[in-house]
């Protein structure tokens, strides 16, 4: 071949080559980039209609994934939606999804760090993240696995020198949230339809338990020594010496009583999900 040809061969594919259609994957990523960072490259992709230009069809797009992502966040939250109402709740949903882009394409995930996110962003309205915890735990203990929880006729079989070295773990749907603030008032409240308490930051915390009693995710305050009791259970502490510890915190007299009825409720509520005996 003659080197003028030749030399025409490799200016025609070389042009080619610079005009060669994207693949699918390559339009797939630019089109993603575009909804998510604003990046505009995929404009090229687009035609102009008769009506309009590519910019205002590709914004349909753009605003319609982000509406739809509000609405996940407002679907998962409908407390803190109702506490905020609807301009406050859009203008904190929409930082989160600036903040925290979607990383999964399971939509059940998208809003499950609000919480962290609320903490960060609004250090001074504690009670929008613990509302958010609360509504995440309930959220988390509706779909938590199915475990057959602990019966009373189970600790029936256990003989009386063995109690005290009995260790208990929760069920799956159980989770404690501490709280600084009176959110739990504030969640009632609102569930009810009632006009929510001010703000209260406490100078105790105050324990807050969620979990699922049969198909109904539920929550309850811990009043403190129930808490604490509670939180040594599960990790593993022996019967004996959670006794040892209610009779620490108060009257060592009917301390026995007390840690009693605390584990009677717990597994008449459904919280514990298995027992180990020493044996």
């Known amino acids: 071949m003659p080197p003028a040809v030749a030399q025409s ?3 025609e594919l070389s042009a080619n080559a610079d005009t060669a259609m994207p693949s699918l994957s390559e339009m797939q ?12 490259a995929v404009l090229s992709e687009i035609l102009d209609n008769s009506r309009t230009d590519r910019s205002v069809l590709f914004g349909v797009y753009r605003h319609a994934y982000f509406a739809r992502l509000v609405e996940v966040v407002r679907n998962d939250h409908p407390l803190l939606y109702a506490y905020l109402g609807d301009a406050a709740f859009d203008q904190i949903a929409r930082a989160y999804i600036a903040a925290r882009p979607s990383q999964n394409q399971n939509a059940r995930w998208f809003s499950h760090l609000l919480p962290e996110y609320l903490t960060e962003a609004h250090p001074f309205d504690p009670q929008h993240a613990e509302l958010a915890s609360l509504e995440r735990a309930l959220n988390d203990a509706f ?22 070295g009995l260790v208990f773990a929760p069920h799956p749907s159980a989770r404690l949230i501490d709280c600084v603030t009176n959110a739990h008032a504030i ?15 406490r100078g105790e915390r ?18 403190a020594e129930e808490a604490m009791m509670w939180k040594e259970a599960i990790k593993g502490v022996p019967f004996g010496d959670l006794c040892e510890l209610v009779a620490i915190y108060d009257d060592p007299e009917t301390a026995p009583l007390r840690s009693a009825q605390h584990l009677q409720g717990w ?10 005996s020493p044996n």
């Open 9 to 11: 061969k490799q200016v």
């Open 29 to 40: 990523a630019s089109f993603q980039r575009s909804v998510l960072l604003g990046d505009s």
């Open 143 to 164: 779909d938590a696995p199915d475990r057959e929880p602990l019966a009373l006729s189970d600790l029936a079989l256990i003989p009386p020198e063995d109690w005290s």
């Open 187 to 201: 969640w009632l409240a609102v569930k009810s339809g009632k006009t929510p308490p001010l703000v209260e930051i």
């Open 206 to 223: 105050e324990s807050i338990l969620v979990w699922r009693q049969d198909t109904t995710p539920k929550l309850r305050c811990m009043l």
């Open 267 to 276: 597994i008449v509520s459904g919280l514990l999900g298995k027992i180990t």
